[in-house]
């Protein structure tokens, strides 16, 4: 069966650049989180949804980055004014439950040159 | 200061190897910790651990948790080269569901 989808899977950006990373859930899935994960450390939390509410936004790094899921269902990671610190995988994860198991995506490599 | 602590960092071994990776964590509202494996990709589920003393198993890996010593270990046994990757341990806490990862523990299995 699908799995959770991500888009784009690589993204180059300017530094100062926009970026919008896209999240398409497992059909169903009620929770929706947001990782970053950098070269050779564990996926650190940046924010999660419960259907289309924002429940915990405390792991995003700074007022530039924004996370958004309207219907529930696909979410979009958006960050503003790029800068080098941002390069990193962004992971995007799902759950069917309340605390149930996460399945996570492929992630989209950003490279902020 | 970390709150999953995961060792080793890195490991190898040779093929039919046994190996044991461990992953300490934080007690404070703890709910549940569990296993991801994440090769090149995204991170698969392999375990969640709720109750003390209880082995989960899965073909050739198993895992086990202590909430008295506050600690969990995956053991992979009759290891294989397909068992390369990293071994990640993640705990949940009441309050949020969010995931705290640890650095990971990356296993190099030889043949």
């Known amino acids: 069966g699908a799995g959770v989808s991500q888009s784009p899977r690589y993204k180059v950006a300017k530094r100062g650049q926009d970026v919008a990373l896209r999240c398409d859930p497992i059909?169903?899935?009620?929770?929706l989180f947001w990782y970053q994960q950098a070269l050779g450390q564990g996926p650190e939390f940046l924010t999660y949804?419960?259907?289309?509410?924002?429940?915990?936004k405390s792991g995003l790094p700074s007022d530039r980055f924004f996370a958004e899921r309207p219907e529930g269902s696909v979410s979009t990671l958006k960050i503003q004014r790029t800068q080098q610190e941002d390069s990193a995988v962004y992971l995007c994860?799902?759950?069917?439950?309340?605390?149930?198991?996460?399945?996570f995506g492929p992630g989209t490599r950003l490279t902020v040159l | 200061e970390d709150k999953v602590v995961q060792s080793p960092l890195s490991l190898v071994v040779h093929e039919g190897d046994t190996v044991t990776l461990n992953c300490s964590y934080e007690?404070?509202?703890?709910?549940?910790l569990l296993w991801y494996k994440q090769e090149k990709k995204a991170p698969t589920f392999l375990f969640m651990l709720?109750?003390?003393?209880i082995e989960k198993k899965s073909g050739r890996l198993s895992s086990i948790l202590d909430k008295k010593e506050l600690f969990s270990i995956l053991n992979i046994t009759a290891t294989q080269t397909g068992d390369s990757a990293v071994y990640l341990c993640?705990?949940?806490?009441?309050?949020?569901?969010?995931?705290?990862f640890g650095k990971g523990t990356k296993l190099t299995v030889n043949p």
């Open positions: 994860a799902s759950s069917a439950t309340e605390w149930g198991k996460q399945f």
């Open positions: 059909s169903g899935h009620v929770s």
């Open positions: 949804f419960q259907n289309e509410a924002q429940l915990d």
């Open positions: 007690v404070t509202n703890f709910r549940s």
């Open positions: 709720t109750s003390s003393g």
């Open positions: 993640a705990e949940t806490q009441g309050g949020s569901e969010k995931l705290v």
